[in-house]
């Protein structure tokens, strides 16, 4: 069984490979909720969902969120009425926000409410939340303290970000399965996200990192960084904002205490000796997946060094 750490669009874009070489119950995805938010009242967990639209084929394919082709009638209104509309919900996605809010108010965990929506959705991987709690990702910047969707939406990452805040993690446990499917798996990957917004929520839940170390399973990190750029979104700033070289051996030096695999996009080949020198296995591969095809020939490069 392989096991994918994934956040947004970037991690999302592996796992959908992953899910088109492997049998759905081959195939388990810890999801980052450090991205969750409430608004409205409601409970949105957006990398979650963008791995379950993702896997259902749903997700909105120009922006790697939300669901395609989805009406915005209700946000539309919501704004007539004064509401903050910054957050762009559309009428579908509503939806899964309103019926996930109503499950975990009658007491369930969001590892059952993410099963059933799962199950709903047609997706038929293992899907889990990295935990039960809730436990937003806040960034301190240089105009003050943001949830994490202010940062990256409202305020579209201008601000410069000088640390990040984990609410509530250090009171956090691993969900049910998160365990059992690390210390289980033929192999450990984490996919292309944000190492400071997808992969540090996940890697910050009392114990998870430990079982990164403790499971027998080569523990194997997708670069994403190529060329000094990120593939999505602002780890590049945030490497740089943060005094850390924009490059792939940053993101192998945060990793080094549980890696035992690196995997270089083939544009940055000269790396490959400084990440070895951390004790690290470097596969090269090409790691920037436009199409279908290029999440598929990815997804497969990495099973064969299995
Ligand atoms: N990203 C945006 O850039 N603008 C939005 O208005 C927006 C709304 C949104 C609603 C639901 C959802 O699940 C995701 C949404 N995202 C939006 C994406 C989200 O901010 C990021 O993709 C993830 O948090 C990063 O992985």
Known sequence: MIVALAGGVGGSKLVLGFSRVLPPDQLSIIGNTGDDIEVLGLRICPDLDTLTYTLSG???????????????????????LGAPSWFQLGDQDLATHLWRTLQLKQGESLTRVTANLCQSLGVEQNLLPMTDSYVPTHVLTDQGELHLQEYLVREACCPTVQAFKHTNIEKAHPAPGVAESIMAAQAVFLCPSNPFISMNPILAVPGLRKLLIATQAPVIAVTPIVEGRALKGPAAKMLQELGYPVNPTSIARFYQDFLDGFVLDARDIQLREEIEALNITVITANTLMESVEDKIKLANRLLETL
Do not use: K
């Not at 749903?58 to 007539?80: H, K, M, Y």
């Open 58 to 80: 749903r997700v909105n394919p120009q922006t790697g969120w939300g669901i395609g082709e989805d009406s915005f009638a209700c946000l539309e209104a919501l704004a007539r």
